[in-house]
């Protein structure tokens, strides 16, 4: 079996991201030079995703932009004698073969994924969010990857995560594993799923972290879902209702640095990590920052 599809929900406000996110989606902002929703779309090509659906909102059109040809420019750079450029520009637009789909009230991420299920018909499916960028090394399988081998492995679907602080748990969804001796296990069995719970409420310390790979019954469950208390449709609800229904849903803890670029703090520390492994830029970044650790340490 093969995953070839995945969804990208791409509609959400950017509101802690404010004012950076009033004209500009927050998918698009860069970690250096490239978009945050670029990385994202090339993690689901190297997993083996060939058809991806982006859930975008009204204000989200330079995405659709970001992923088109732009004649005018690639013409204008090989004018300027920049055929690198030109090439590089055009090559995004054939990244993979990629729609767009409007969500047209923010209804939530369930809300989301429901827009996607024409597109999905009765394939499995993978969905990647645009918050969560994952740096594998070159040597290790993207995090997606991870979770599709997790999902082929067990035959059942998949939620990505990884362990995080017990005091950020109200930010994510949260799992409960069936065995808690198994828990050290790369992949194990969900006995339920809670989402942003408070700390008392907290199940366990493993977040989902935007990685799932999903069977074509979670619209299904998604009908079923109902709203939570911010009007929202969350699809962590409808992963409880189909593992209340008796279907198998696993976690698989995957590797891999996250980062929440959806945060000030995760866009910092991405653009960083990130410009240490920009051999041009490398060097230069390294200096800057010493510079700056000497000067507080005076
Ligand atoms: C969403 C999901 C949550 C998940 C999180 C990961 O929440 O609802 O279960 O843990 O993404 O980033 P959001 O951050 O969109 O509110």
Redesign the pocket.
């Known amino acids: 079996m093969k995953i070839t599809k995945a969804i990208i929900p791409a509609a959400?406000l950017g509101t802690r991201l404010l004012p950076a996110t009033k004209a500009i989606p927050k998918e698009m902002l860069p970690i250096i030079n490239v978009p945050a929703i670029q990385l994202i779309v090339e993690e689901a090509v190297k997993s083996g995703i060939k058809d991806i659906l982006i859930v975008v909102s009204q204000a989200k059109n330079p995405i659709i932009d970001h992923f088109d040809y732009n004649y005018e420019l690639q013409h204008r750079l090989i004018k300027k004698n920049k055929k690198e450029l030109a090439i590089m520009v055009k090559k995004i637009g054939d990244i993979a073969n990629i729609q767009f789909v409007r969500q047209k009230e923010p209804l939530g991420?369930g809300h989301a994924i429901k827009c996607g299920k024409i597109f999905c018909g009765n394939d499995p499916f993978a969905v990647i969010?645009g918050?969560?960028v994952v740096k594998n090394p070159p040597n290790e399988k993207p995090a997606l990857k991870q979770c599709i081998d997790a999902f082929i492995q067990t035959n059942s679907c998949v939620v990505g995560i990884q362990e995080i602080e017990k005091k950020m748990v109200s930010?994510?969804?949260i799992v409960l594993p069936k065995n808690k001796q198994n828990e050290t296990e790369k992949i194990f069995a969900l006995k339920g799923l809670i989402?942003?719970p408070p700390i008392a409420k907290a199940t366990s310390n493993y977040?989902?972290?935007?990685r799932y790979v999903l069977t074509s019954d979670i619209f299904k469950a998604l009908e079923e879902t109902k709203t939570d208390q911010s009007g929202e449709i969350?699809?962590?609800n409808a992963l409880k209702i189909l593992i209340k229904k008796g279907k198998k849903i696993n976690a698989c803890r995957f590797t891999g640095k996250r980062y929440?670029l959806?945060s000030k703090i995760g866009l910092v520390a991405a653009t960083i990590d990130y410009a240490l492994d920009d051999q041009e830029i490398k060097n230069d970044i390294i200096k800057l920052i010493k510079e700056k650790v000497n000067k507080f340490n005076k």
């Open positions: 959400g991420l969010l918050d969560d930010k994510y969804g989402e942003k977040a989902i972290l935007g969350q699809l962590t929440d959806g």
